[in-house]
């Protein structure tokens, strides 16, 4: 059975940073392009960012771009997002998601984990 | 960028009726195009993919239509259990965008 396990949400000052973690279960980490998808308090699903499977491509929305970064370590089964500079509007639940393919241009997302709350706030 | 607007944003239908919920493109999307059901406190699930494929285990009340720029979700007659919010999404090309989401609720 698939299990994707996000960890790292928190309440964060304007400015401030935060590392969220995805612990993927179930499933041959490596073969599968990875995503964030955030959603606001009372706004719809945003895509944030996507990763091969390889870890060697990446792409971002305009939104996050230049303050957030992507990893993955596929020997962990663990995807990653790096927030930087994070403010009031990155305030959402932050999804882990799994595409249907290994290469960047999967971009249909078969299976998603709960989320982690970031609250951007003084 | 390709805009995706969901209409409507919430729905109240008695249980058994038959309903619609439409998801406009601002321009062709070759019909990649997904249906997400998510339940509150529940992780968004995959229900219809490249516009109108049902995945496996999806009752067979709910189904996908639609071309080009133009896509709808149908379910034939609604049950209690398909209260939820629902969420379309191009995967044509990047960025990946969504609807605004529609809120089924039983009338």
């Known amino acids: 059975e698939v299990q994707l396990v996000e960890s790292g949400g928190d309440l964060v000052q304007p400015g401030g940073s935060l590392r969220l973690s995805c612990a993927a279960s179930g499933v041959t980490f490596h073969n599968y392009a990875m995503l964030w998808v955030r959603r606001a308090p009372g706004k719809g699903l945003e895509w944030v960012s996507s990763?091969?499977?390889?870890?060697?491509?990446?792409y971002y929305a305009d939104s996050v771009k230049g303050r957030f970064t992507i990893s993955r370590d596929n020997s962990r089964s663990t995807l990653y997002l790096r927030m930087n500079s994070l403010r009031a509007e990155d305030t959402a639940i932050y999804h882990c998601?799994?595409?249907?393919?290994?290469?960047?241009?999967?971009?249909?997302?078969?299976?998603w984990g709960r989320g982690t709350l970031v609250t951007v706030s003084s | 960028d390709i805009q995706m607007t969901q209409s409507p944003s919430t729905l109240s239908a008695p249980v058994g009726d038959r309903v619609t919920i439409t998801c406009r493109a601002s321009q062709s999307i070759n019909n990649w195009l997904a249906w997400y059901q998510q339940k509150p406190g529940e992780a968004p699930k995959l229900l219809i993919q490249k516009a109108s494929t049902l995945e496996s285990g999806v009752p067979s009340r709910f189904s996908g239509s639609g071309s080009g720029t133009q896509f709808t979700l149908t379910i034939s007659s609604l049950q209690p259990d398909d209260i939820a919010t629902y969420h379309c999404?191009?995967?044509?090309?990047?960025?990946?965008?969504f609807g605004q989401g529609t809120r089924l609720e039983i009338k």
């Open positions: 990763i091969n499977g390889g870890g060697d491509s990446t």
């Open positions: 998601a799994k595409s249907d393919c290994d290469s960047i241009g999967c971009k249909l997302i078969a299976f």
């Open positions: 999404q191009h995967y044509n090309n990047y960025p990946i965008m």
